[in-house]
């Protein structure tokens, strides 16, 4: 939802009707997935995408006629290998896509969240009686913030659209006689880098251009200092236990310890490893990494929580200078963040 938002302001500003195309499941090479949006107007603009290919011309046909008539309709396609390149499902593959207008309320919602950084959860019934299509049960946080489904549907829809926000993911439920897309909005994914060292430089770099947010935590002023880091978006002169009192780890926060000083290395590890966070890795060979492990056992850390610690840190690609261990360490976030 995202990458819309400022087109969707400017039109509204512009007192523009608006209709959405979301993505709400695919098979096979689909281009993009389950969440994927796109926005709209009768006036011919289009922001986001759905796939790669005119299937957004189709899209985009079916949200006028839905800014016409005011319901939504679920859209369905489904592409052979030899033609698949033609509408953009590259290998073949399906797609559906919900399409409706814009729910000026919900989207305020989901907007101010995007604001706040907080995760958040929409339920749209997507097939149905007619009636029903395109009700909708709005989460923030956890708690219902709005819905305008049958009184009989909110608890079980609310039941699965909490269960769906806990597992960070979109799903789709099939409820009486009617499905219904979870979509999941989560916190901008932010990774944490402890020790401003050379690994550092190249991560944060390399980190942002793959969209995450890079916050680096390093006591000692040499190593986390703006002219070490011009691409981190904030810097942070302080020890582990002070740093991480000004931060919020969430589901969409990566942590890297880098320092290879336990001083540093393992408050920072006591701290996060509760936390709700993705990933949390820590540089070092095997032989350092069991004595990590032992070291955080002996102080009362449970055996759990230490092993959802990724050591030796990064993918086994061979990896020797700074640049190439930013490299696998990166994709092991990535790899992490997309199986969740």
Same mark, same amino acid.
């Given at each position: 939802m995202r990458e819309v938002i400022a087109s969707i302001d400017s039109w509204l500003a512009d007192n523009e009707a608006v209709a959405l195309a979301t993505v709400v499941q695919t098979w096979g090479s689909a281009p993009r997935r389950e969440g994927a949006k796109m926005a709209l107007t009768p006036a011919g603009h289009i922001a986001g995408s759905v796939s790669g290919g005119c299937v957004e011309g189709a899209v985009y046909e079916a949200g006028t006629e839905t800014l016409a008539t005011g319901r939504g309709q679920l859209l369905s396609f489904g592409v052979a290998d030899e033609t698949a390149w033609?509408? %953009?499902?590259?290998? *073949?593959?399906?797609?559906?896509?919900?399409?409706?207008?814009?729910?000026? /309320?919900?989207?305020?919602?989901?907007?101010?969240?995007?604001?706040? /950084?907080?995760?958040?959860?929409?339920?749209?019934?997507? !097939? %149905? $009686? #007619?009636?029903?299509?395109?009700?909708t049960l709005f989460l923030a946080g956890g708690e219902i913030a709005g819905h305008t489904l049958p009184e009989n549907l909110v608890n079980p829809v609310y039941t699965a659209t909490k269960a769906a926000l806990a597992r960070s993911r979109p799903e789709q439920i099939r409820l009486e006689s009617m499905? +219904?897309?979870? /979509?999941?909005?989560? $916190?901008? @994914?932010?990774? +944490? =880098?402890? %020790? *401003?060292?050379? +690994?550092?430089?190249?991560?944060?770099? &390399?980190?942002?251009?793959?969209?995450?947010?890079?916050?680096?935590?390093?006591?000692?002023?040499?190593?986390? !200092?703006?002219?070490?880091?011009?691409?981190?978006?904030?810097?942070?002169?302080?020890?582990? /236990?002070?740093?991480?009192?000004?931060?919020?780890?969430?589901? !969409?926060?990566?942590?890297? &310890?880098?320092?290879?000083?336990?001083?540093?290395?393992? @408050?920072? =590890?006591?701290?996060?490893?509760?936390?709700?966070?993705?990933?949390?890795?820590?540089? *070092? !060979?095997?032989?350092?990494?069991?004595?990590?492990r032992e070291r955080l056992l002996a102080a009362g850390v449970s055996a759990e929580q230490v092993d959802r610690i990724h050591a @030796?840190? %990064?993918?086994? +690609? *061979?990896?020797?200078?700074?640049?190439?261990?930013? #490299?696998a360490v990166l994709a092991e976030i990535v790899a992490v963040r997309r199986a969740a």
């Open positions: 033609d509408v %953009g499902l590259a290998c *073949g593959g399906k797609i559906r896509v919900f399409v409706e207008p814009l729910d000026i /309320d919900h989207y305020q919602k989901v907007r101010q969240l995007v604001q706040d /950084d907080r995760p958040g959860a929409r339920a749209t019934i997507i !097939s %149905g $009686p #007619v009636e029903n299509v395109g009700r499905e +219904i897309f979870i /979509d999941v909005l989560l $916190p901008a @994914p932010t990774l +944490i =880098l402890v %020790g *401003g060292v050379h +690994i550092a430089i190249a991560l944060a770099q &390399m980190a942002r251009t793959v969209g995450f947010r890079t916050i680096v935590v390093d006591p000692r002023r040499a190593f986390g !200092s703006d002219a070490r880091f011009p691409d981190a978006d904030r810097l942070i002169q302080a020890w582990p /236990d002070k740093a991480f009192a000004e931060l919020q780890l969430n589901q !969409s926060t990566a942590v890297v &310890m880098l320092t290879h000083d336990p001083k540093i290395d393992d @408050p920072a =590890l006591k701290t996060v490893l509760p936390s709700p966070a993705f990933y949390i890795g820590a540089l *070092g !060979s095997t032989r350092t990494h069991v004595q990590r @030796p840190i %990064g993918l086994d +690609i *061979g990896a020797q200078t700074p640049e190439e261990i930013a #490299v």
